[in-house]
């Protein structure tokens, strides 16, 4: 135990979080078994370790973080392992990588049952089904999604400015007004491609080639979110990664699925689920008809955030691709996002009508009063026309 607290005390010392990411305030502390789901490299180790140093003295052995990586969990489970912690007064157990651990849900189950004065907060995959795939964590566990840096995020790191996050109907309410607060502290469109390009995953702080980087962590999400999660033979890795790169490379578009099951040698219905799996793993984006949802074939399938565009295949990023991928990326933490065969508009709830387009360039189409057109490549907007990056306020 010692090994653990002294690991816990050095990580909360050098943890650096310059931003402070607004799931915090969103998490009601209280309950006593919280999951946090999230894909590889946006932040999950970090976010527990941040909430460590805000509520707890580095000393206050009440806290505890460990990670399931550690080879001690191979022979002791969590149960064992949180019934000696609390024992010994522990009140909050952070668990990194909880997936890593065998029958690990019937494990934090024992926890909740066993030891009332102690809460367990978890990371997780986003492949993870807490509760659909964990009947035994239904009506105790409050799951929540740690997403990628949002544009508001990543700008207010580089600016160091505190800009909130505003709702959507507050944003096309008073875009106006919201944008005269902000130029006056930033030039967003100084930042913007920054951001599509390499902005969603905080590693890009780091000092090393972030494509690389990002490469790095694309192949971990399918080789151990996916396969290991999914409990998917090895021999099939290939498969899946052929399938994601010839998506990617088509972009933003209705998959063909006879012929993505020719070209990885599979079924129809295998493809489907393996679309759904790269979707669970925030690779790609699924998009449906209003009404429509898995498993019948999506309207179109997009990568995930716009930096996977540029890490997968730089010489064929198209800016319209880029500027649609960052609008449903940015509406899909709180809003549902539709769209019908050949329309070039979203559909946002259920009701809004989305387009997006260039502002730099002469419309030729006529515009619908009925539609907000989120327009790049512009830094203001004005009535039912909103620039595209201040939807990167979501959140």
Not at 223 to 231: A, C, G, H, N, T
Not at 243 to 248: N, S
Not at 276 to 282: E, F, H, P
Not at 297 to 305: I, Q, W
Request: glycine letters at 6%.
């Amino acid at each position: 135990m010692e090994a653990f607290f002294r690991t816990h005390t050095y990580l909360v010392e050098h943890v650096n979080a310059p931003v402070r990411r607004g799931l915090m305030d969103e998490i009601d502390w209280n309950d006593r078994l919280i999951g946090i789901k999230g894909t590889r490299g946006v932040g999950k180790t970090t976010f527990l370790l941040q909430y460590a140093k805000e509520k707890f003295d580095i000393r206050d052995r009440q806290c505890l973080y460990v990670n399931m990586n550690n080879f001690y969990f191979q022979e002791h489970g969590i149960e064992e392992f949180a019934s000696e912690f609390y024992r010994n007064g522990g009140k909050v157990l952070l668990v990194d990588q909880v997936f890593k651990q065998p029958s690990w849900s019937k494990g934090l189950r024992k926890c909740y049952d066993n030891y009332p004065g102690l809460k367990i907060v978890f990371t997780g995959s986003s492949v993870m089904r807490l509760k659909e795939e964990n009947p035994e964590l239904n009506g105790i566990v409050k799951s929540y999604n740690l997403r990628g840096f949002s544009f508001r995020e990543f700008l207010n790191l580089l600016t160091g400015n505190n800009f909130q996050p505003y709702t959507l109907d507050e944003i096309l309410e008073n875009h106006e007004q919201i944008i005269k607060q902000i130029l006056p502290k930033a030039r967003p469109l100084d930042y913007f491609q920054d951001y599509v390009h390499h902005g969603f995953y905080p590693f890009f702080q780091e000092r090393r080639n972030y494509s690389e980087n990002l490469l790095k962590t694309m192949n971990m999400m399918t080789e151990v979110d996916i396969l290991l999660i999914k409990q998917i033979e090895l021999k099939y890795l290939t498969r899946i990664k052929r399938l994601f790169y010839d998506m990617a490379v088509d972009g933003p578009k209705a998959p063909n699925i006879s012929q993505l099951a020719i070209d990885i040698d599979t079924s129809r219905a295998t493809v489907m689920n393996y679309i759904k799996y790269l979707a669970d793993a925030r690779l790609i984006n699924m998009i449906y008809p209003p009404g429509h949802s898995f498993p019948k074939k999506p309207t179109k399938v997009m990568l995930h955030n716009p930096n996977l565009m540029y890490a997968i295949y730089p010489s064929k990023v198209e800016q319209q691709d880029v500027m649609e991928t960052f609008f449903v990326n940015s509406m899909w933490k709180d809003h549902k996002v539709n769209q019908v065969n050949h329309d070039a508009n979203y559909i946002v709830d259920g009701k809004m009508k989305f387009r997006i387009c260039n502002a730099a360039q002469r419309n030729n189409f006529r515009q619908a009063p009925d539609t907000i057109y989120a327009r790049y490549n512009t830094e203001v907007g004005k009535g039912n026309q909103i620039p595209l990056w201040l939807l990167g306020f979501l959140y």
